[in-house]
Antibody, heavy 122, light 106 residues
Framework: EVHLVESGGGLVQPGRSLRLSCTASGFTFGDYVMTWVRQAPGKGLEWVSFIRSKDYGGTTEYAASVKGRFTISRDDSKSIAYLQMNSLKTEDTAVYYC?????????????WGQGTLVTVSS | SYELTQPPSVSVSPGQTARITCSGDTLRDKYASWYQQRPGQSPVLVIYQDTKRPSGIPDRFSGSNSGNTATLTISGTQAMDEDDYYCQAWDSSAVVFGGGTKLTVL
């Protein structure tokens, strides 16, 4: 059974850093695009970043709102995806979801983690 | 940047058909996916590749994509379908979500 478990969220002051982890199990991690999606309180889904599989070059992309501050990475040997978040702003407050999509597939995300809450506040 | 536009809310009577639209430039040339999100829960994929249903999704959920509009159709809508729904597509190496539609069953 596929499982995605996010961790690392919490309360952090503006300007500080936080690293989120997404631990995967139940599938061949290296075959999938791993993506972070966030949802601010009472708002809709917002794509944050993705990292492609090694077969597709491990390419990374970021939403304009986080580019230059967030870095996504993956460790296929451990089946973990990371999101390093630097220079955090109050508007980064959200539940952060990890999700997977089959690389080279149709672009949908068929499994999601339960999410981890990041609160940026002084 | 690419945008997907959804109506903020749609209302339907129990047992009737609900249609939720998602509009975007040349959307017909992309694959559209749809997600259902219950309050306090993670999104669930209900339609992928415009028209396909993942296993476990009831057959009252269907999708279409033509012109610049993708549509999620829920036939015989039930009270349990009262949730938020999001469309999603890819554009130029970016993932795009619609703003979401709150479906009310009344």
């Amino acid at each position: 059974e596929v499982h995605l478990v996010e961790s690392g969220g919490g309360l952090v002051q503006p300007g500080r850093s936080l690293r989120l982890s997404c631990t995967a199990s139940g599938f061949t991690f290296g075959d999938y695009v791993m993506t972070w999606v966030r949802q601010a309180p009472g708002k809709g889904l917002e794509w944050v970043s993705f990292i492609r599989s090694k077969d597709y070059g491990g390419t990374t992309e970021y939403a304009a709102s986080v580019k230059g501050r967030f870095t996504i990475s993956r460790d296929d040997s451990k089946s973990i995806a990371y999101l390093q978040m630097n220079s955090l702003k109050t508007e980064d407050t959200a539940v952060y979801y990890c999700t997977r999509g089959l690389d080279g597939g149709d672009g949908s995300f068929d499994h999601w983690g339960q999410g981890t809450l990041v609160t940026v506040s002084s | 940047s690419y945008e997907l536009t959804q109506p903020p809310s749609v209302s339907v009577s129990p047992g009737q058909t609900a249609r939720i639209t998602c509009s975007g430039d040349t959307l017909r040339d992309k694959y559209a996916s749809w997600y259902q999100q219950r309050p306090g829960q993670s999104p669930v994929l209900v339609i992928y590749q415009d028209t396909k249903r993942p296993s476990g999704i009831p057959d009252r959920f269907s999708g279409s994509n033509s012109g610049n509009t993708a549509t999620l159709t829920i036939s015989g809508t039930q009270a349990m379908d009262e949730d938020d729904y999001y469309c999603q597509a890819w554009d130029s190496s970016a993932v795009v979500f619609g703003g979401g539609t709150k479906l009310t069953v009344l």
